[in-house]
């Protein structure tokens, strides 16, 4: 009897298979089978919501292999991972297997296991269930939702806000917070205040600090002392006052620990503990889960690492107990267990938090099998998870009541001080003084003795000025913890969606801030203009709550998607009758402190300065928004947005020259200029002058003489291709970094490779490109030789056979095997090092497969549209288009739905 396992992963594949021995054959489907295609019409409104699905090639063959092993298997058993993208994947996966008509009468189940170890996988495999049909209604519910927003909603930015990108159910709402927080910092104005202490001594020779809290009977709050003048009169009061002591009180306090670790809050830990984004937050994670060679035993070190819940499981608990007396003593074990319920907003607690898998696991133990982030990660999570489970910590807050007399003038200091009695919880973080997450660190310090009625003396008095700060600007973690506490979107999906907001350039991330760019603070005023309803945090929250209510069976989906889509239509015709005038109206309005700033003058700053009568005005050109004058042509004044969102209000003209040396060949000189469609680098003056757009990522600070030189230089000759002889070139076109030769492109991975790539690559780019690309359509791809595994960043890693021979393939790192190399012989680690030799530090990131469309829509063939994160060609544009040459403007990027 032999029953087919389906899970995501290869490595998890491996694992389970050992634990479940001879009787299974456990297959991997590589996280989803199937999606909605990039390209209007794959969700159908007038034929009831009706979606259609394409397998793309890589997806299709793995399909195959699981369907063949069906056929010969006595049941199916789908055991995706524990949460709603895990429940989607299993019911594609059937759902395929249905189609392909291998099933028939096989029995098939569902399991779930909260980590991937044997105690979790065996018991999970004895209480097998159907699959949750309202969990995957709640998903085909929230993929309907951002396919519907992001293609009819992408479009319309498209053609009234020329340079946007997209738009998206949960995307835009979170670039708002981003915008408003900065448009509040802008609006803040700082108030000066004072803060008084004195420094006073002990009959006994020791010093404390005690801070003003009133004087001449008025008591005074955080910034009573509002002026220089004020606190020089309370100081010279202090200055001559005696000292004594009223009262000293001490009360103990009881500090509990936090509850273990969720997405978001591990998210936000790790954020500000140990400086990783959210992403690579969960990239890690997805590892420990997943499981780590432990001397011959692959074992997961933590639980599924995508949760809204804060308890632990009974058994759970149980051994975190038994640990603590363990490890740390039996005090340190509260008399009763400690059971967390989660405040956050439309949280759904079915799942554990995520915690170690085995608690008697310290991160010492595993040191050695780690690598540093891991280490760093698992470390978190432990100390998290055990500390949950602690005593409170027993600290005694001593609080010191001083009177102040100065010739009938009175005044009252205190001074506040903890010590710490038992440490409890804070036991377990031995590098630190307390968890960050949940600790309010105490601002005072130990007190000396000091005794009621005593007299204190002054050894200094101190009047220190300070001024009021504006909100600080989010980052990952604040940003996350902010929408948690809203309810929009979900914590599984912070990640991808902070990433998507960097990858359209709406946001710059610097020093851990989120900053929004120009155009997100566009877009912003654009949705907040005339989408009001769809970017504000209640409406989105509240379309959380439905979708949350549907996976709990409480609503019908489609009533959902009904009722959502009236509405939202209605909107999307509106904007048809919408003018570009219009919008700029709106624009002008509502960024109007950002756009045109208040001059030192007092002038009027929607004046132009150079013809000194035209008005300024945001104007949209075909990259992006500008500022210029009313009396174009005959003032030709411009002023480009800058890159952190306001308009670069120093520049008095957008073309003024700043010089960066002189040509060796020609002579000429080479200047950094700003135009209407952004910096550039240009050589020499008049019509004939060479001009070089700077690429993206490179900023006007960054740019050099010698990055100058390099740009006016292009297109750069590699070197003769080894077989035509004809010369291989590299540049920059409108779709990015590319090579030639003879007459056919291929696109590079960064700009820096058009200056460094050399000839050996550029020749397996061309190769690859020649399997791959148009040209190539009806070959057959070139098929594994063998499957090693996972890459550590995610994508499989193949030993294939081209046309120069056997090679390691990662995406479109395609690194060639030593000569003498048998192809059957390569490990993953000999793998990984060809790799990175190949790609260089950075890597290579995964190709996207050729997709195979399993259905077809019913209507006329559409327009392609755009939504969040894909590739979306305007209808003009034609499929086999050329990079242009250095120097042209980008062109936009279509983007394809968010997956929330």
Not at 398 to 411: F, P, S, Y
Not at 453 to 461: D, G, L, M, N, Y
Not at 699 to 721: C, F, K, Q, V
Request: net charge positive.
């Amino acid at each position: 009897m032999t029953n087919v396992v389906v899970v995501e992963s290869p490595s998890k594949a491996k694992t389970i298979n050992k634990y479940l021995g001879p009787g299974y054959k456990v297959l991997a489907s590589f996280g989803h089978v199937r999606d909605l295609p990039a390209k209007d019409g794959s969700v159908l409104p007038d034929q009831d919501f009706d979606m259609l699905w394409e397998v793309d090639a890589a997806s299709a063959k793995r399909m195959k292999d699981i369907a063949d092993a069906v056929k010969s298997s006595d049941g199916l058993i789908l055991a995706t991972d524990p949460d709603r993208e895990g429940e989607a994947i299993s019911w594609h996966v059937l759902d395929l297997l249905r189609k392909k008509k291998v099933i028939g009468d096989k029995p098939v189940s569902r399991v779930v296991f909260n980590a991937i170890t044997k105690k979790a996988v065996l018991e999970a495999m004895a209480a097998p269930r159907d699959i949750d049909v309202p969990l995957v209604d709640a998903y085909l519910a929230r993929r309907a939702l951002d396919y519907l927003v992001g293609f009819n909603l992408s479009p319309v930015l498209w053609r009234k806000l020329p340079g946007a990108r997209s738009a998206g159910r949960v995307q835009s709402v979170a670039l708002r917070l981003v915008c408003d927080r900065e448009a509040e910092i802008e609006r803040f104005v700082s108030e000066e205040y004072w803060n008084i202490s004195a420094l006073l001594k002990t009959p006994r020779g020791e010093s404390f600090e005690a801070r003003l809290v009133s004087a001449d009977g008025k008591r005074l709050q955080a910034r009573s002392v509002a002026n220089g003048d004020d606190a020089a009169s309370l100081k010279a009061m202090l200055e001559g006052a005696s000292y004594v002591v009223d009262t000293v009180e001490a009360k103990p306090v009881k500090r509990n620990p936090s509850p273990p670790f969720t997405t978001s809050t591990l998210q936000q830990a790790a954020s500000s503990k140990l400086g990783f984004s959210a992403s690579r937050t969960m990239q890690v994670a997805q590892k420990l889960y997943e499981g780590i060679d432990l001397g011959g035993e692959t074992v997961g070190l933590i639980t599924y690492m995508r949760t809204d819940g804060v308890q632990m499981a009974p058994e759970a608990i149980d051994a975190a107990r038994d640990a603590i007396v363990s490890q740390f003593g039996a005090r340190y074990r509260p008399e009763k267990a400690r059971f967390y319920s989660t405040k956050a907003k439309n949280a759904q607690e079915a799942h554990e938090a995520v915690r170690p898998t085995d608690f008697n696991r310290t991160p010492n133990q595993v040191r050695g099998h780690l690598d540093g982030d891991m280490l760093k990660l698992y470390d978190l999570i432990w100390k998290r998870g055990i500390a949950s489970q602690m005593a409170s910590a027993e600290i005694e807050r001593t609080t010191v009541e001083i009177l102040a007399d100065n010739a009938g003038r009175k005044a009252s200091l205190r001074a506040v001080g903890s010590v710490i009695r038992f440490d409890g919880f804070i036991a377990a973080y031995t590098d630190q003084k307390e968890d960050g997450e949940q600790a309010d660190d105490d601002e005072d310090g130990r007190l000396p003795e000091i005794k009621a009625q005593e007299t204190v003396a002054k050894e200094k008095i101190n009047a220190t000025q300070h001024f009021t700060e504006p909100p600080p600007r989010y980052s990952e973690a604040t940003l996350i913890k902010k929408m948690e506490e809203l309810g929009i979107g979900r914590p599984s999906t912070y990640a991808a969606t902070l990433k998507t907001l960097s990858d359209r350039e709406y946001i710059v991330i610097d020093k851990r801030k989120l900053i929004p760019h120009s155009k997100g603070r566009l877009v912003t005023a654009f949705l907040e203009s005339f989408f009001t309803r769809y970017v504000e945090y209640d409406f989105t929250a509240s379309l959380e709550e439905k979708l949350d209510r549907i996976s709990a069976g409480e609503l019908n989906w489609k009533d959902v998607l009904r009722d959502f889509w009236k509405d939202f239509f209605a909107q999307i015709e509106d904007t048809k009758e919408l003018r570009v005038t219009n919008v700029l109206d709106a624009l002008n309005e509502v960024l109007a402190p950002l756009v045109f700033p208040k001059r030192e003058d007092g002038s009027d700053p929607r004046i132009c300065q150079v013809c000194g009568t035209g008005k300024l005005s945001l104007k949209l050109g075909k990259y992006g928004a500008f500022v210029g004058c009313s009396n174009y042509p005959d003032c030709n004044f411009t002023r480009q947005l800058s890159s952190e969102g306001g308009a670069d209000a120093d520049a008095t003209v957008s073309n003024e020259p700043q010089s960066l040396g002189k040509d060796p060949a020609t002579g000429e000189e080479i200047t950094l200029r700003s135009g209407r469609f952004g910096p550039y680098v240009q050589r020499g003056d008049g019509k004939e002058a060479k001009r070089s757009s700077l690429p993206k990522g490179w900023t006007p600070e960054s740019i050099d003489y010698e990055r100058a030189l390099a740009l006016l230089s292009l297109p750069r000759d590699i070197g003769a291709h080894p077989e035509s002889g004809k010369m291989i070139s590299s540049s920059l076109g409108r779709y990015g970094p590319f090579i030639l030769h003879d007459g056919k492109y291929a696109n590079l991975e960064s700009v820096e490779d058009v200056f460094t790539i050399g000839l050996n690559r550029a020749v397996s780019v061309l190769a690859d490109k020649a399997l791959q690309g148009p040209g190539a359509r009806g070959r057959t791809p070139v098929a594994a030789l063998k499957e090693l595994g996972d890459h550590p960043d995610g994508g499989a890693i193949t030993v294939r056979d081209g046309r120069y021979g056997p090679y390691v393939n990662w995406g479109k790192v395609n690194a060639t095997l030593p000569k003498g190399k048998d192809p059957q012989t390569v490990t993953v680690e000999e793998a990984l090092t060809y790799i990175v030799e190949k790609a260089g530090k950075d890597g290579g990131k995964p190709a996207k497969a050729k997709a195979k469309t399993t259905s077809k829509p019913k209507t006329t063939k559409a327009k392609p549209k755009a939504a969040e994160g894909g590739d979306a060609k305007p209808k003009t544009a034609r499929a086999k288009a050329a990079p242009k040459a250095a120097g042209k403007p980008k062109a936009k990027a279509a983007a394809k739905p968010e997956k929330d």
